[in-house]
């Protein structure tokens, strides 16, 4: 089978068409992770090519703006992997179009190499060698590995993005301080700071899609015990959904985090199992649909990554809002392609 | 392949472990001692200590730098502590920064001996099986090698990757080690033993920081690797370090060091499941902060006499247990799923001088002999269809 264009057909309507004020759910598991999704996502909703290939596209030339959140991985990863979809996205955030809320690298543990030399004074105490507080700060970049350093390059006359942040195409660096509701809240505020600087620049009447990228971490990493919990979470996501058109999360579906909750036996779940489930739970019921990956029941295959199940969320409206169920096989091929198939389709 | 590359390649080899790589040093880093290219993407990968291991990683044949191993092993063998160990090694030989989080010193003095590249230990042996081949008929020749074949595969791009030529000129990028003898290597002081501070907060607070401050503090041109032996373990962690909160903090902190400083960082990590099993919750978000998970299984003990007559031939080891492989590095983040190596079944076995991974086959029944000659019930072909 030839390789399919980087948004297979069978998926475009689901990956395209996200109305208004939606929750689109991505639920993934260890062996079927999600990312090539999101970044299918990202592709629909920015590119311009897509409508060049497929000449009937509802949404010609409305493109959408774009705000991820990612909890699990880095910009680099993001940038790298969207560049193969031929996608631009530190491009595309110089435009406003795009903009990454970085919620990996500062989220618990503060700052310590990437802005020492003007502010913080590392704690570790080495005033003796005041060279290398100079030598720093240059650490992170050659870091990024030779294969990537012209992205780099590309991406550096975008520098201008405020004192925020002194690297280019990250709109924002969540920070966890403090505990419960007060800590989402200052979380919440940052992100929805971004959101209204994507939303003010150019044409505004554009919606804004918002991936949330494994805010299901944040869960399990601070728990009750610091007084977040599936309440509070899902009150979180909604204070977020109100700020922007559609809202896509993805999340972890192992069957640990899901279904050690609901066994009714002498062993209770613990918190975060219990917290896990009922927030994902939770969510599907909010949710217009629910894009489930897993691997197959039968074992692993050559031809095929995983199963993608689209199914409808408890939050559909019942009215003109239609979606086709559907089961789908998927196969991710070295280079990074994606084959979206029917079963029995090769 | 013909005797005679083998020749040269095996005297070079000695040349090699001969001398130490201190001249590496003032190298730039496109080419640091250890690191290379993947083959398949090209990304810079270092050796795991262990070639089989190195050869399962998703045909990158080495762990990708900035990702995270985490080897989950069952029951109260230390197979996994013997990975690791190679793994720290094979970091000391290349000259690389070891950071040890939570054993005292003594770790670092266990390390296996340095006994050459991995690839004159290969040698070696295959010219062993070589002699031996002789007396095999040569209709069984190849299926007595079909499990050496698939390793073989595996580590073609050892030996393809690099002309042979430029080969003798650089560096071993894996060594062989034997675990009976003790590593002696000038940069064996290079190592750093983090400690656990017991402290009312999270006790992995302190060694993050210190993570980051040496890490911040070397050189950009200093390798480093981080390894975590039996995270949890409650001989050498509080009770308190098992606490989503700390833990996945600790674990989401160092992704975040590692995605800052991704050429130059690799992690091991190994988790006990008897204690912390698999179907937890705690256990899987740990996973889903890895980038490659990897499972084994030892087989009981009293398995062993069964184990042992499963060998296909003499000179090969019993296998001591299964291994699993959940998760690998980049493959995964992708989307994973589509590695020629995935759906395996695999066994490993842990000898003096290696950690060798292999496909798993179930050994034929012992004493069986009935069966064997009558071919039918077995469902093996008949002696009539072999014919020819």
Known sequence: ?346 | MSFRKRNIGLSAGVDRAAVPNVSAQPAPIESTPGIRPSPDDGRPTTSTGTPSLDGLLAGHAGLPMGKILLIEENGTTDFAGALLRYYAAEGVVQEQKIHVVGVPEQWGRSLPGLIGTAESLEEKRSDKRKDERMKIAWRYERLGEFGAGIAGARDAPTSTGIPDAAAKQQNAFCHAFDLTKRLAHPSITNMSFIPLVPSRDSPFTSILKQLQSSIASAGPSTIHRIVIPSLLNPTMYPPSACQPQHVLQFLHSLKALMNAHAARITAMITVPLSLFPRSSGLIRWIELLSDGVIELCPFPHSADALATSGAATTQEEPPQGMLKTHRLPVLHERGGGSDQNIGQDWAFNLSRRRFEIKPFSLPPAEGDKEAQDAPASSGMPKKADLEF
Do not use: C
Request: proline share 7%.
């Open chain 1, 1 to 346: 089978m030839p390789s399919q264009p980087p948004l297979p057909p069978l998926l475009a309507p689901y990956l395209s068409s996200q109305p208004e004020s939606s929750l689109t759910l991505i639920s993934s598991i260890l062996g079927a992770t999600s990312n090539w999704l999101v970044l299918r996502l990202l592709y629909s909703a920015l590119s311009t090519s897509t409508n060049q290939t497929f000449g009937l596209d509802e949404h010609d030339g409305s493109k959408k703006k774009v705000v991820l959140v990612s909890f699990l991985r880095g910009w680099e990863f993001w940038k790298v992997e969207a560049k193969r979809l031929g996608l631009d996205l530190a491009r595309l955030a110089d435009k406003k179009q795009f903009a990454f809320v970085d919620g990996l690298s500062e989220l618990f543990s503060a700052p310590q190499s990437a802005n020492a030399a003007p502010t913080t004074s590392s704690p570790t105490g080495i005033p003796p060698r005041t060279s290398l507080p100079l030598r720093g700060p240059p650490g992170p970049v050659p870091g990024r590995g030779p294969a990537i350093a012209p992205a780099i390059s590309a991406s550096t006359s975008s520098v201008a993005r405020g004192p925020a942040t002194s690297e280019p195409g990250i709109a924002k660096k969540l920070h966890f301080s403090g505990r419960g509701t007060a800590a989402l809240d200052i979380m919440e505020k940052d992100i929805i700071a971004v959101i209204e600087q994507v939303k003010a620049s150019g044409d505004s009447s554009e919606e804004v899609l918002l991936i949330i990228d494994q805010p299901d971490f944040l869960l399990a990493a601070t728990g009750t015990s610091m007084g977040i919990g599936a309440t509070e979470m899902s009150e979180w996501v909604t204070g977020l959904q109100l700020n922007v058109g559609a809202t896509v999360l993805t999340l972890a579906a192992d069957s640990p985090l899901i279904h050690n909750a609901s066994v009714s036996g002498n062993q209770g779940a613990t918190p975060v199992e219990g917290e896990h489930a009922s927030f994902a739970i939770g969510l599907a019921h909010r949710a217009r649909s629910v894009m489930q990956l897993r691997t197959l029941e039968t074992g692993a295959a050559r031809d095929v990554s995983g199963v993608l199940r689209i199914s409808r969320g408890g939050g559909i409206s019942s009215g003109a809002d239609t979606l086709d169920e559907k089961e789908l096989l998927y196969y991710i091929q070295r280079d990074g392609g994606v084959k979206v198939f029917g079963r029995g389709e090769s």
